[in-house]
């Protein structure tokens, strides 16, 4: 996917009702997840998802803070991101539990 001509959020877009759901890329544009749920909003705002695994079984939870991840809207509007990590370095952070 290019997406050199995708809009990036703002910071106050950084909220639930617009990227719970969105799309995880890696820097491969490898599908990587989607955001299960954030805590808080703008850059600081921690972004949960499921890393590795299989249909969810095997996966883990992890959380990134939103200004690790560069989301963006594509020509649909669809909200994505993209992480410069690579799956492996994602499966090595810390378990994220709620």
């Known amino acids: 996917m290019d997406h050199s001509n995708h ?5 106050a877009e950084l909220r639930a009702d617009l990227i719970e759901g969105a799309t995880i890329y890696g820097r491969d ?5 989607s955001v299960d749920h954030i805590h808080g909003t703008g850059d600081d705002a921690q972004v949960v998802f499921d890393v590795g ?3 969810g079984i095997g996966s883990k939870r992890v959380a990134l ?3 690790q991840l560069d989301f963006m809207r594509d020509e649909d509007g669809d909200v994505h991101a993209i992480t410069q990590m690579t799956t492996d370095q994602l499966k090595d ?3 994220h539990f709620d």
């Open 7 to 11: 809009v990036r959020l703002m910071n």
């Open 29 to 33: 544009d490898e599908e990587i997840s």
């Open 65 to 67: 803070y939103a200004s």
């Open 53 to 55: 695994g299989f249909l």
């Open 93 to 95: 952070l810390p378990e």
